[in-house]
């Protein structure tokens, strides 16, 4: 009998054989693997040639094992059995020594108020599990979704593809942040005192256009317009500036300097929802699943302490 080197056996064709062994034709075989009984036949061939040994042999109008097939099939089979089982049972996952790393894009709306308290749930419940977070809004968030630069993100957004999923988590109305001691702007404004003020603004697109001017067609007096959230606190504390922000943002600010002040904004409009997105190749996936539940979760009780205000 010659000796098989590893280079001389496709691996691919012991299914064959188990195939063959199971329905004792080759026309029975080649339906089961979908293939044709010519390929059937080569695949057994081929493994007849890598073997040096008859694997099966003609009966009647089929074919049974050869003994020297007989006892290749009983060896093979348990190691085929336990890639099948590998490759159809769920991903083992445990939270406690998972030692994943995810890429989470966030909106910077959504730094204050959800990472601390998500990084604190990590800590106690995944202490190994590493995010990489980056900066997202939405008109980038569909391409970093779709080419995997993220695998979660948290924003606002627009129309999606099939391909992304999302999950409604806060919502938020635009509120008017000043400085009381600079800014006479009162408990409710009308759209007349609003307009008279100086306004400083969040845009994405570099410049002097924000929420109330493509929402509301009003065009204010704009003396600022940063890229993000991160530096409006700092910007109206003390000076005259009116900056008009998700409400969500506006609490963050006030935990910190909370000698400011909010009011509504003199326009009616509907609150806006903080997303969950994800692409849906990843729904399965049992670390992403694992973080999307804490994020709902951090979410959710971020809603009911503003309900409870």
């Known amino acids: 009998m010659n000796v098989i080197h590893a280079r001389d056996l496709d691996l691919n064709l012991l299914p064959v054989l188990v195939a063959v062994a199971d329905t004792g034709s080759v026309t029975a075989a080649a339906a089961r ?17 890598a073997v040096g040994d008859a694997l099966v042999i003609r009966h009647g109008r089929g074919v049974v094992l050869t003994e020297r097939g007989a006892r290749l099939v009983a060896d093979a089979r348990p190691h085929l059995d336990a890639i099948v089982q590998a490759t159809l ?12 790393t995810l ?5 910077d709306s959504a730094d204050e108020w959800l990472l601390p ?7 106690v419940e995944a202490p190994q599990l590493r995010l990489v977070c980056s900066p997202i809004q939405f008109r980038t968030v ?9 695998d979660i993100a948290v924003t606002i957004a627009d129309d999606l593809p099939a391909s992304v999923a999302r999950r409604p988590l806060v919502q938020s109305h635009h509120v008017c942040l000043f400085d009381p001691r600079f800014v006479r702007l009162g408990a409710r404004p009308t759209e007349r005192a609003y307009l008279a003020q100086d306004h400083v603004i969040v845009s994405y697109n570099a410049d ?4 109330v001017e493509d929402l509301f067609g009003r065009e204010r007096r704009v003396k600022c317009s940063v890229a993000n959230f991160g530096c409006i606190g700092a910007i109206v504390d003390g000076g005259r500036l009116v900056a008009t922000i998700p409400l969500i943002v506006a609490k963050q600010i006030l ?21 969950m997105l994800w692409p849906t190749a990843l729904e399965g996936d049992p670390a992403c699943r694992f973080v999307r539940d804490a994020i709902v979760r951090v979410a959710g009780a971020k809603e009911a302490r503003q309900r409870n205000r």
């Open 33 to 49: 693997l979908y293939l044709t009984q010519s390929a059937i036949s080569a695949a057994l061939g081929r493994l007849k040639a």
């Open 255 to 275: 935990r910190v300097r909370p000698h400011l002040r909010i009011s509504p904004t003199p326009f009616a409009h509907q609150a806006g929802s903080i997303e």
């Open 89 to 100: 049972l769920p991903e083992r996952f445990d939270p406690k020594t998972t030692d994943r």
């Open 117 to 123: 308290p998500l990084l604190r749930f990590l800590d």
């Open 103 to 107: 890429k989470l894009g966030l909106a």
């Open 142 to 150: 569909n391409d970093a979704l779709a080419t995997r630069l993220i």
């Open 208 to 211: 002097l256009r924000g929420v």
